[in-house]
């Protein structure tokens, strides 16, 4: 059994930047960034697994497992003589973790939504006088965002332009979080899935991932857990269908709304691990296997 070999890791947690662009290559800065995170992300390691750390290691005779099994992180199990574990094809990685996907299913803040074009994003943004929040389509750790106050300047034009040249964007009113929850899950081939325990994660005002613990009770509110809970359950569905299979999760908030106190039950999906799979899903993932 895989799970006996263990499974040789390559943490790639800058996937969304070569979804978005095949041929990205990492700078020195967002190198620096990754390493940071990487510290946290290898929680996801058993006691009988290695980590791929790109020299000319090998690994024969292991599975290979990657955070997001994207073409690098395959050729880096190659280079180590390793076979992957069964896993998604690029196309389907790249539609299920983009922003378009989980705006679909309309379980984000009431005035959420996915513009292509630069005429109707202006319509939007001159609707209220009220602080918008933009987000690229394949982005990570609050990267490809931009917050808009007022008129948009040359500077927030220019990004603007950048992005809807390559895809869309999403749009929606910039609020500030009370509480931010998450939900991990897993769905296998056969579009099973299971789902894990809420959980409260600390992250920055701009979306960098802190920390992340178990729901205490009475922290949620009944009808805040319920529609988490469904979020899940309809994302795991849509997931499935779309041919996606393995690790997912989705991120939620508390808010406040003119006064008042809301939730939304679905901000993100992350179709891939993530750094709080191993303590909200009730296995780790070396007990797991796709074979």
């Given at each position: 059994m895989s799970e006996l070999l263990g499974f040789a890791w390559v943490l790639n947690?800058?996937?969304?930047?070569?979804?978005?662009?095949?041929?990205?290559?990492?700078?020195?800065?967002?190198?620096?960034?990754?390493?940071?995170?990487?510290?946290?992300?290898?929680?996801?390691l058993g006691p009988r697994d290695v980590l791929l750390d790109g020299s000319d290691q090998t690994a024969l005779g292991q599975t290979g497992r990657a955070w997001c099994p994207t073409p690098r992180a395959l050729a880096r199990m190659a280079k180590a003589g390793v076979k992957p574990e069964p896993h998604p094809s690029l196309t389907v990685l790249q539609a299920v973790n983009h922003r378009r996907f989980a705006a679909d299913l309309s379980l984000g803040l009431p005035e959420q939504r996915y513009v292509e074009d630069r005429v109707k994003l202006d319509e939007v943004l001159r609707k209220k006088e009220r602080g918008w929040l933009l987000k690229r389509s394949l982005s990570f750790a609050g990267r490809g965002q931009q917050r808009i106050f007022g008129k948009v300047d040359a500077k927030q034009s220019a990004w603007i332009d950048a992005s809807l040249r390559r895809t869309g964007l999403v749009i929606e009113p910039l609020v500030t979080p009370a509480l931010e929850v998450s939900l991990h899950g897993f769905i296998w081939r056969d579009r099973r899935?299971?789902?894990?325990?809420?959980?409260?994660?600390?992250?920055?005002?701009?979306?960098v991932f802190r920390s992340i613990r178990l729901t205490r009770a009475g922290e949620l509110l009944p009808g805040e857990e319920r529609q988490l809970v469904d979020a899940a359950e309809q994302t795991a569905a849509a997931l499935g269908a779309a041919g996606y299979f393995g690790p997912f999760?989705?991120?939620?908030?508390?808010?406040?709304?003119?006064?008042?106190?809301?939730?939304?039950?679905?901000?993100?999906?992350?179709?891939?691990?993530?750094m709080g799979f191993v303590t909200g899903f009730p296995r780790h993932p070396s007990e797991i296997s796709l074979e």
């Open positions: 947690l800058d996937a969304e930047l070569e979804m978005a662009e095949p041929s990205y290559s990492a700078r020195s800065r967002v190198l620096a960034q990754l390493e940071r995170y990487g510290r946290g992300a290898r929680a996801l899935h299971e789902l894990g325990r809420t959980c409260v994660q600390e992250v920055s005002d701009r979306g999760g989705i991120d939620g908030y508390r808010y406040s709304s003119d006064g008042r106190s809301a939730f939304c039950a679905l901000s993100e999906i992350n179709a891939r691990y993530s």
